[in-house]
């Protein structure tokens, strides 16, 4: 009997909370995406970031699709959306946000453990991230690791600075993140190491981290994409990360209603 290559993958993600994908994203993708990249950091937005303190650089910066075409034509036109819906079998793909985290080389600074689900005003069970490097990603780069099953924990964890590593707290129900170095097991514990191309898919419940960038000459670029499902809900709570503009969305309505967040997949011509 032949294995089916999309169960398999609802498994890895179901059970594990992360995926890779690997090779999945266009080389005429890429190259478009890492000219947007740079000039993104070229132009940052007023949410763009810089974190890092005494030696190197770890830019962010937010809601890319909103001011470069380049971001916002990947977004929709990719496969992107195709390839989660496939993943985690939901039946419509609805963009929140998409994001640049660029660690330069000498950049000693980690990325702390934390999971993203309450670092945004959404509240629902369908809220992914893609991980996408626009560079070969390594631990020595900085690449992301994972608690294998900390998505299934049913916890919400405070939202931690990446400068400084210090909590914000968004609502009464959160608790501090554990301390995964003493208390989980390593082998509970997987470093996805990525190939340009690749993607890393994980739900929004899952505990991940990354190191600094140790490399004395390799950057590590990447582009993260935020997706959720059509039940997913505006839930606007203090000290939560900004949005780029107000949506016309009351407190417990859908995403999927406010055009600022678009529907990927299907597609209008799909449906």
């Known amino acids: 009997m032949t294995s089916n290559p999309r169960t398999e993958t609802r498994v890895r993600l179901t059970t594990s909370g992360f995926v890779t994908l690997s090779g999945v994203i266009a080389p005429r993708w890429l190259a478009r995406l890492e000219r947007a990249l ?18 190197g650089a770890f830019h962010s910066d937010l809601f890319l699709s909103a001011s470069f075409p380049a971001f916002r034509e990947f977004t929709a036109e990719s496969d992107l959306a195709a390839i989660v819906a496939e993943a985690t079998g939901l039946a ?33 069970e369908d809220i992914y991230s893609v991980w996408i490097p626009l560079d070969r990603v390594c631990h020595q780069t900085g690449a992301l690791e994972f608690v294998q099953g900390s998505h299934r924990w049913g916890q919400r964890y405070h939202p931690k600075n990446f400068d400084t590593g210090a909590d914000r707290v968004t609502a009464n129900d959160e608790q501090p993140v554990p301390d995964v170095d003493r208390d989980i097991a390593p082998a509970d514990r997987a470093i996805a190491e990525l190939e340009v191309g690749d993607c890393v898919l994980f739900h929004g419940r899952t505990l991940h981290r990354a190191a600094g960038n140790s490399s004395a000459a390799q950057r590590r670029r990447a582009i993260v994409v935020r997706l959720v499902g059509p039940d997913v809900r505006y839930d606007p709570r203090p000290r939560t990360l900004p949005l780029i503009w107000a949506p016309r969305l009351a407190p417990g309505q859908r995403l999927a209603d406010d055009p600022l967040f678009p529907t990927l997949w299907p597609t209008a011509r799909q449906v």
């Open 92 to 124: 419509k793909v609805v963009l929140f946000c998409d994001e640049l985290l660029v660690k330069e080389p000498g950049t000693s600074l980690q990325t702390p453990w934390h999971h993203d689900y309450t670092y945004w005003p959404i509240a629902g």
């Open 38 to 55: 740079e000039e993104a950091l070229a132009r940052p937005s007023p949410l763009g970031q810089q974190f890092a303190r005494g030696g």
